[in-house]
């Protein structure tokens, strides 16, 4: 079975640090990766897609990056954090080549920045 | 572009009674819709989704929707709510021509003992 982890699960950066988030998906291969990010505990905004290795679209400018260096593997990146960037951030999956669209979601990091 | 609308920013619902969270959608061509549920600091779960066939869905945890194309509309459901299903739901649709899902804002229910 497939099973997806983020880590950390919570993380308190001071304003203007460097943030690296990670993601990574067992039990499936070339999957779509999804970063995502809750403000408030409501709405989601998705922040990055890849549909393969080294494949990124943004769909936010903003200070953060995204990379997938290995085709499980999908890191968030900011080199100086803003307030603005707390919140709740999910990185999600879904299985390509099958006609299902829905995606699977990882535990989530929690991030303040201070 | 694709969208859904969960017009209700909460519903609450005595414990044993019928749960119902409204979603609408606005697609060009067929939709493939799907409902969520998040719990308090955990990722969103997978409930179930809408693609084609029966109009009358049954997902996990005893949850349903009913899709309604005359009324575009996506609802999920339950005969008799627990405590237990307090949480966020969301619906969603695939955003044909790309590969995302359009989220709405989310509902929060809150079951009564």
């Known amino acids: 079975s497939q099973t997806i982890h983020q880590w950390p699960a919570t993380l308190v950066q001071p304003v203007g640090s460097p943030l690296s988030l990670e993601c990574t998906v067992e039990?499936?291969?070339?999957?779509?990766l999804y970063w995502y990010r809750q403000a408030a505990g409501r709405g989601l905004q998705l922040l990055f897609y890849?549909?393969?290795?080294?494949?990124i679209s943004s769909e936010v400018p903003q200070n953060l990056s995204a990379s997938r260096p290995q085709d499980r593997q999908f890191i968030l990146s900011s080199k100086k954090l803003l307030l603005s960037d707390s919140g709740f951030y999910l990185c999600?999956?879904?299985?390509?080549?099958?006609?299902?669209?829905?995606?699977?979601f990882g535990p989530g990091t929690r991030l303040t920045v201070t | 572009a694709q969208s859904v609308a969960q017009p209700e920013d909460q519903v609450n619902v005595a414990e044993g009674n019928p749960l119902t969270v409204k979603c609408t959608y606005s697609?060009?061509?067929?939709?493939?819709l799907f409902w969520y549920v998040q719990y308090p600091n955990r990722g969103l779960q997978f409930l179930l989704k809408?693609?084609?066939?029966?109009?009358l869905v049954k997902g996990s945890y005893g949850f349903e929707a009913e899709f309604n194309k005359s009324q575009t509309s996506f609802h999920l459901k339950k005969p008799s709510a627990l405590v237990s299903d307090s949480a966020l739901y969301f619906c969603?649709?695939?955003?044909?021509?790309?590969?995302?899902?359009?989220f709405g804002k989310g509902n929060q229910v809150v079951v009564i003992p």
């Open positions: 999600a999956w879904r299985v390509t080549g099958t006609g299902a669209y829905e995606q699977y």
């Open positions: 039990g499936t291969s070339n999957p779509n």
């Open positions: 890849s549909v393969g290795i080294g494949q």
């Open positions: 697609v060009s061509g067929n939709p493939y």
């Open positions: 809408y693609i084609t066939g029966d109009n």
């Open positions: 969603a649709v695939r955003d044909l021509g790309n590969n995302r899902l359009a």
